[in-house]
C-alpha cells in the first residue's frame, strides 16, 4: 500500500511541529564545549605528565 501525498505532508508537518517545540521551549541549557568536558582528566597520570611537559617546554 503506497502513501498518498496527503499523508507524507501530513507526517511532515507533525515532525516540524516537534522541531518547534522543542527550538521553542528547550527541556536542557546546552553547555559550551569547554564545560562539557571538565573533569575529564581529572585524577589522569597522563594529564598531568602532558601538564609537565608543557610548563618545561614554556
Known sequence: M???LEE???ILEAEINLIKN?????TTTIKPWWEQITGTFADSLDYDKA???????R
Open 22 to 26: 522543542k527550538v521553542e521551549n528547550p
Open 51 to 57: 601538564k609537565q611537559l608543557v610548563k618545561k617546554y
Open 2 to 4: 503506497a502513501i498518498t
Open 8 to 10: 507524507r505532508v501530513a
